[in-house]
């Protein structure tokens, strides 16, 4: 059974940088994308960005400028830092693992299993 | 386009059946998964591709497509089905991104 297991600081200033990681067990790193989702008290999910296990990103980009993902996978892991936070990047954030499948097309992906949340607060 | 547009909110009848849908261009080529999130709860992926769940997802729970909509349907809908709706997919343009919808209220009466 994958599991994924996140951890990070919860509070943080304006103008701060969000870290957060999260660690994959159970199953294979390799072959599967690597994702950040977060969402705002009351709203909806917000995709931010994922990675392969061999380190490929690819970001939303709406927050390209400030977000970094990498990887290390001597330890099945995965990160997430986000440069000059505001109250705006307040919210509860998950890590994910992303699959796909569909030979031949149609093709399709997925979200699979999700790490348990991370709450962020960003306050004076 | 990169947007996938659900409706904010629907309500259904205990036991009766239920339609959720999801609108966008990228669907047209490419199969939207559905998400059922309750309070304080984690997403829970409960329909993939053209039409499969996850082990330990009810058969009650289906999907489908027509042209750029996505459904995702639930038939004899119970209690416990009460949660977001969430639908998925990857942007057809060849960028790569995920977007996500804006999120379906499923309330059960």
């Known amino acids: 059974q994958v599991q994924l297991q996140q951890w990070g600081a919860g509070l943080l200033k304006p103008s701060e940088t969000l870290s957060l990681t999260c660690t994959v067990s159970g199953g294979s790193f390799i072959a599967y994308y690597w994702n950040w989702i977060r969402q705002p008290p009351g709203k909806g999910l917000e995709w931010i960005g994922e990675i392969s296990h061999s380190g490929s990103t690819t970001y939303n980009p709406s927050l390209k400028n400030r977000v970094t993902i990498s990887v290390d996978t001597s330890k099945n892991q995965f990160s997430l830092k986000l440069s000059s936070v505001t109250a705006a990047d307040t919210a509860l954030y998950y890590c994910?693992?992303?699959?796909?499948?569909?030979?031949?097309?149609?093709?399709?992906?997925?979200?699979?299993?999700w790490g348990q949340g991370t709450t962020v607060t960003v306050s004076s | 386009s990169s947007e996938l547009t659900q409706d904010p909110a629907v309500s259904v009848a205990l036991g009766q059946t239920v339609r959720i849908t999801c609108q966008g261009d990228?669907?047209?080529?490419?199969?939207a998964s559905w998400y059922q999130q309750k309070p304080g709860q984690a997403p829970v992926l409960v329909i993939y591709g053209k039409n499969n769940r996850p082990s330990g997802i009810p058969d009650r729970f289906s999907g489908s497509r027509s042209g750029t909509t996505a459904s995702l349907t639930i038939t004899g809908t119970q209690a416990e089905d009460e949660a977001d709706y969430y639908c998925n997919s990857r942007d057809s343009s060849g960028n790569h991104l995920w977007v996500f919808g804006g999120g379906t209220k499923l309330t059960v009466l």
């Open positions: 990228s669907l047209r080529s490419i199969y």
């Open positions: 994910a693992r992303g699959d796909f499948g569909g030979f031949p097309p149609p093709y399709y992906y997925y979200m699979d299993v």
